[in-house]
């Protein structure tokens, strides 16, 4: 029924947790009030916004319509499992975010660093318009989408080493 708890193991951020998860919750629940995983923020609740922004299985995926049993036996990656574990340094995306001011309130960020890392990751040398359309459904109620597309162009340079 829906009350009951399903157990699942769900890998997030390159680690195992076994979890118990009513058929009708969303991963971004799970991810915050199961794992403590706070760095995807909860907004819209209704996946207009994109700032709930995880990746699975190297996709963009909005975590707030994602349920949680869904996610068994895939690659969850959150905000929090972009920095270095063994150094703690910065991803390049979060690194340029920082220098180049490619946040103002932040709500936005987590989801729209992992839907840039997921357009690196398949084109490493993306154009402007490339960034544009892939953050498309990433709101910025600030407006800062100039600078976001700047600190996305930057970080891909990083990452091939320019």
Known sequence: MLGELIPVVLRVNGDDYEVGVKPVETLLDVLREKLGLTGTPMMCDEGECGSCTVLIDGK???????????????????????????????????????ERSGMQC??????????????????????????REALAGNLCRCGNYPRIAECVLAAAELMKGG
């Open 106 to 131: 932040g709500i936005c960020t987590p989801g729209m660093i992992l839907t840039a890392k997921a357009l690196i990751d398949g084109n490493p040398d993306p154009t402007e318009d490339d960034v």
């Open 60 to 98: 963009p995926v909005l975590s707030c319509m994602t349920l949680a049993v869904e996610c068994e036996g895939k690659d969850i990656l959150t905000i929090e499992g972009l920095a270095d574990p063994a150094t703690g340094e910065l991803h390049p995306l979060q690194r340029t975010f920082v």
